[in-house]
Each structure stands twice: as structure tokens, then as C-alpha cells.
């Protein structure tokens, strides 16, 4: 396939298989569909037609059945499709008899999501995490792929390493994929030492998190001003961003931006993106960002559960943040402790939203000056590894230290304690 000119919009034709077999996850539906074509959109294509077929199993050769297959190759013809995207994963046998039957190219979902992640990738760590995950998609797929292999170099569903011709060099793909895995270690490495000094300053760690379009990095924003482009696409953020937020005068934490989720999420992508994702491990709190104007609203929420019992430490206390809540009734909000109505936007519910973290962290924590006899100076190594440490002033009576730390290291250190 030529490579296209910036200007030309890729025109498609989408298809779902709605199999009684298939897993709640894995098979097609409308709402799925609406959602492949939104994807579509955010890789800068257009859907010309959507078809949606229901089987008990699919087809071993052409996934949707032959007759299905004509049909969707005269909507092709009609509508002048350069390409058809499948909602369900293909394997390269299937791949190869489609872009047979069909004349086109043919993509399934995890390429298209794989080919966006290409697009938004902006710094070298999402640049590694997007080339490890293509390349661990793309390696058990080459020897269907067939012709489909020559495309690779432009157009949707050709982005990241297609130059360096997959087919010839197994062994070269291999030996990438342990370089990539091994720089990503390397990233792990600085990370560990980072949230190593945060947990020795006991700065805790607040992640953002939703499915994909939510209103996360809005409300990294509006909380703060972060000034992280925020749009209405879908994986607008790949790239991690921290940022410390004062949530009371005795209370900062660090909130971190995460990548969106999304239902059927290449499982390549969640291993690629591990070194990312993995900061949701060590957080002490996640904020689920929730778009209350939704319709598949518990759906996706449902996802994104499923994906904090995998990657978030067990017990971490999650609040649900109900993002653009003015665009819904009130009555279709739940009330109740761990859930607060906002409007990332329009910084509707910010202080509730606040007191709802100070709730969950800062219940125990309390603003104390400590003055020190030098004879007493080693406790300075407790506060320093279990408190945090605001001010140190070295005076000719002792030490005086003002930190911020819960009640246990209070208790130990009382007697130290100035009267306010």
C-alpha cells in the first residue's frame, strides 16, 4: 500500500463477531462498535460502514463466515474503504484469508489501539513501552501475515518499527525485544529509587485513574495547573505526570497521571506498560475518575476495576470521582463516603474532592515542632525516615525540627513535642 498523503483521511469498514462462546470481554456489540469507530477517529481515520454479526462460534477461516465476508467486501467497494478493522483479536491465518476475500487491508482492534499508542508516545520511555509492545504483538503473527508485510511504513495500522522489514529478521525482533525490556528495566531502576526517597520524606502517592477519556489529565489540571494538553481523544496521555498537590497545610502529596484503560486492552500493552503502571502498586490512594454522562458508564467502570485488582496493591483505598457531573441529574450519582460529584472543567467539587483525600490520608497526620537536646539527635533519623521533615534549625539549645508525621511517631517523640 502507497504511503498516503497527511491530508487523506483512511476510510474503513468496521466488523464485530458477536459469539456465544466468546468471554463478556472478548465479544463484539454495538457499544463496542461505537467504540472501535471512536478509536478510529483518534488514529485520524473514518468509518464508512459497521457491521455486527452474531454466531455461535467463529468461522476457523474467514472469522464471520463467507457470506458475511461478501458483504462486507461490497460495502468495501461501495463506500470505498481502504481498509477493514475488526472489533475481536485475529489471528494471522484469519488476517491473511480476510485481506483475501476483502481485497484490503485488514486490522484487528489491539493493531489499531497498538497503532494510536505509536502516534501519542512523545517521550523516550512511552516511545520504548509502545515499540516493545508492537514488536511482542507483531513477532508470533509473521508468518501469516503474508503480503500484509509490505505495507509497513505509513497509514493506519503501519506506525512504529515497521522499517525494519519484520519478516526477515526473527532473530534481530528477538534480540530488540530484550534491548527494549532491558532500557525499561533500566527505567524501573530510577523510578524504585525515586519512590524510595518519597517513602523515606512519607510523601504519599495519589494515582489518577479511569478509563480512557475520563477527564484525568483535566483533572491533574484543574488541581495543579499542570498544563497537560487535555482533549477530547481518546489516549491523550501515555506519559506518567507527577505533580505535588497541598491538600492541607498538613497534608502534600504527589498526584500522578496514569494512561487511560479501555476495554479489550492488548495485553501486550498492560506487559509494555508495566514500568508506567506499576506506580499504581505503590500508591496509597487512587482517585477513579469516573464520566457520569456515560451511557456504558458501569461497563466501563466495571474495566477499570478489573484492572486496579491486577496492578494496585491490595486494600489501597479508592475514591470514585463522578467527572462531569453537571451534565447529568443529581439522582444519577451515588451519594455516600468514597464518592464525590465534579467537573474536572469547571472546578465544580474540588474541595470536596480535597477533603476526601485529607479523609483517607490525613485523619492521623498533625503539623508538629519538635526541639531536640543533641544529645537526642538520633531520633532526627526516625523523622527522617518516617515523618516528613519541613524545616531543621540547628540552635544553641538542641535541634529544632518541624515535621509532619501520624500519630505513632508522635507518641514515641512526644516529650520532645513544643506546646503549641
Same mark, same amino acid.
Given at each position: 500500500m502507497e504511503v498516503l498523503e497527511k491530508h487523506e483521511i483512511e476510510k474503513a469498514v468496521l466488523v464485530g463477531l458477536n459469539a456465544d462462546c466468546f468471554k463478556p470481554e472478548e465479544t463484539a456489540t454495538e457499544a463496542t462498535l461505537d467504540e472501535l469507530e471512536a478509536l478510529l477517529e483518534t488514529a485520524g481515520g473514518e468509518c464508512t460502514a459497521k457491521v455486527l454479526q452474531n454466531k455461535h462460534s467463529p468461522d476457523p477461516h474467514s472469522f464471520v463466515g463467507e457470506g458475511k465476508v461478501e458483504e462486507i467486501k461490497a460495502l468495501v467497494e461501495s463506500t470505498e474503504a481502504s481498509m477493514v478493522i475488526f472489533d475481536n483479536d485475529l489471528s494471522p491465518s484469519q488476517i491473511r484469508a480476510l485481506e483475501e476475500l476483502t481485497g484490503v487491508t485488514v486490522l484487528d482492534r489491539s493493531a489499531l489501539i497498538l497503532d494510536i499508542f505509536a502516534q501519542r508516545a512523545k517521550t523516550a520511555e512511552g516511545r520504548l513501552q509502545v515499540e516493545l509492545a508492537q514488536y511482542q504483538y507483531l513477532l508470533p503473527k509473521l508468518s501469516g501475515m503474508g503480503k500484509s508485510m509490505s505495507r509497513l511504513g505509513g497509514g493506519i495500522g503501519t506506525r512504529g518499527p515497521g522499517e525494519t522489514k519484520l519478516e526477515t529478521d526473527r532473530r534481530h525482533i528477538r534480540e530488540r525485544i530484550t534491548r527494549l525490556k532491558e532500557q525499561l528495566e533500566d527505567v524501573r531502576k530510577v523510578r524504585a529509587v525515586q519512590r524510595e526517597r518519597r517513602i523515606k520524606n512519607s510523601v504519599p502517592v495519589v494515582a489518577i485513574v479511569g478509563y480512557t477519556n475520563a477527564g484525568k489529565s483535566t483533572l491533574l489540571n484543574q488541581l495543579t495547573d499542570a498544563g497537560i494538553p487535555a482533549n477530547n481523544r481518546l489516549f491523550d496521555t501515555l506519559d506518567t505526570t507527577t505533580r505535588s498537590l497541598a491538600v492541607t497545610d498538613q497534608l502534600t502529596v504527589l498526584l500522578s497521571d496514569t494512561v487511560g484503560f479501555i476495554s479489550k486492552l492488548p495485553h501486550h500493552l498492560? @506487559?509494555?506498560?508495566? &514500568?508506567? %503502571?506499576? @506506580?499504581?502498586?505503590? &500508591?496509597? %490512594?487512587?482517585?477513579?475518575?469516573?464520566?457520569?454522562?456515560?451511557?456504558?458508564?458501569?461497563?466501563?467502570?466495571?474495566?477499570?476495576?478489573?484492572?486496579?485488582?491486577?496492578?494496585?496493591?491490595?486494600?489501597?483505598?479508592?475514591i470514585c470521582c463522578y467527572n462531569k457531573a453537571d451534565l447529568v441529574e443529581k439522582s444519577e450519582i451515588p451519594i455516600g463516603q468514597g464518592n464525590v460529584s465534579i467537573s474536572a472543567k469547571h472546578g465544580f467539587g474540588m474541595d470536596a474532592l480535597l477533603d476526601a483525600i485529607n479523609d483517607a490520608l490525613g485523619k492521623t497526620l498533625r503539623n508538629v515542632k519538635f526541639l531536640f537536646p543533641y544529645s537526642a539527635g538520633g531520633n532526627l533519623d526516625l523523622l527522617h525516615s518516617q515523618a516528613q521533615v519541613v524545616s531543621t534549625e540547628y540552635r544553641a539549645e538542641g535541634i529544632f525540627i518541624e515535621a509532619i508525621c501520624d500519630e505513632t511517631i508522635y507518641g514515641k517523640l512526644r516529650q520532645y513535642a513544643e506546646e503549641a
Amino acid at each position: 500500500m502507497e504511503v498516503l498523503e497527511k491530508h487523506e483521511i483512511e476510510k474503513a469498514v468496521l466488523v464485530g463477531l458477536n459469539a456465544d462462546c466468546f468471554k463478556p470481554e472478548e465479544t463484539a456489540t454495538e457499544a463496542t462498535l461505537d467504540e472501535l469507530e471512536a478509536l478510529l477517529e483518534t488514529a485520524g481515520g473514518e468509518c464508512t460502514a459497521k457491521v455486527l454479526q452474531n454466531k455461535h462460534s467463529p468461522d476457523p477461516h474467514s472469522f464471520v463466515g463467507e457470506g458475511k465476508v461478501e458483504e462486507i467486501k461490497a460495502l468495501v467497494e461501495s463506500t470505498e474503504a481502504s481498509m477493514v478493522i475488526f472489533d475481536n483479536d485475529l489471528s494471522p491465518s484469519q488476517i491473511r484469508a480476510l485481506e483475501e476475500l476483502t481485497g484490503v487491508t485488514v486490522l484487528d482492534r489491539s493493531a489499531l489501539i497498538l497503532d494510536i499508542f505509536a502516534q501519542r508516545a512523545k517521550t523516550a520511555e512511552g516511545r520504548l513501552q509502545v515499540e516493545l509492545a508492537q514488536y511482542q504483538y507483531l513477532l508470533p503473527k509473521l508468518s501469516g501475515m503474508g503480503k500484509s508485510m509490505s505495507r509497513l511504513g505509513g497509514g493506519i495500522g503501519t506506525r512504529g518499527p515497521g522499517e525494519t522489514k519484520l519478516e526477515t529478521d526473527r532473530r534481530h525482533i528477538r534480540e530488540r525485544i530484550t534491548r527494549l525490556k532491558e532500557q525499561l528495566e533500566d527505567v524501573r531502576k530510577v523510578r524504585a529509587v525515586q519512590r524510595e526517597r518519597r517513602i523515606k520524606n512519607s510523601v504519599p502517592v495519589v494515582a489518577i485513574v479511569g478509563y480512557t477519556n475520563a477527564g484525568k489529565s483535566t483533572l491533574l489540571n484543574q488541581l495543579t495547573d499542570a498544563g497537560i494538553p487535555a482533549n477530547n481523544r481518546l489516549f491523550d496521555t501515555l506519559d506518567t505526570t507527577t505533580r505535588s498537590l497541598a491538600v492541607t497545610d498538613q497534608l502534600t502529596v504527589l498526584l500522578s497521571d496514569t494512561v487511560g484503560f479501555i476495554s479489550k486492552l492488548p495485553h501486550h500493552l498492560v @506487559e509494555a506498560f508495566k &514500568a508506567t %503502571l506499576e @506506580e499504581l502498586q505503590y &500508591a496509597d %490512594l487512587l482517585l477513579h475518575v469516573i464520566d457520569a454522562s456515560d451511557p456504558d458508564r458501569e461497563a466501563h467502570m466495571a474495566v477499570v476495576d478489573r484492572l486496579i485488582s491486577q496492578l494496585a496493591k491490595p486494600g489501597v483505598p479508592v475514591i470514585c470521582c463522578y467527572n462531569k457531573a453537571d451534565l447529568v441529574e443529581k439522582s444519577e450519582i451515588p451519594i455516600g463516603q468514597g464518592n464525590v460529584s465534579i467537573s474536572a472543567k469547571h472546578g465544580f467539587g474540588m474541595d470536596a474532592l480535597l477533603d476526601a483525600i485529607n479523609d483517607a490520608l490525613g485523619k492521623t497526620l498533625r503539623n508538629v515542632k519538635f526541639l531536640f537536646p543533641y544529645s537526642a539527635g538520633g531520633n532526627l533519623d526516625l523523622l527522617h525516615s518516617q515523618a516528613q521533615v519541613v524545616s531543621t534549625e540547628y540552635r544553641a539549645e538542641g535541634i529544632f525540627i518541624e515535621a509532619i508525621c501520624d500519630e505513632t511517631i508522635y507518641g514515641k517523640l512526644r516529650q520532645y513535642a513544643e506546646e503549641a
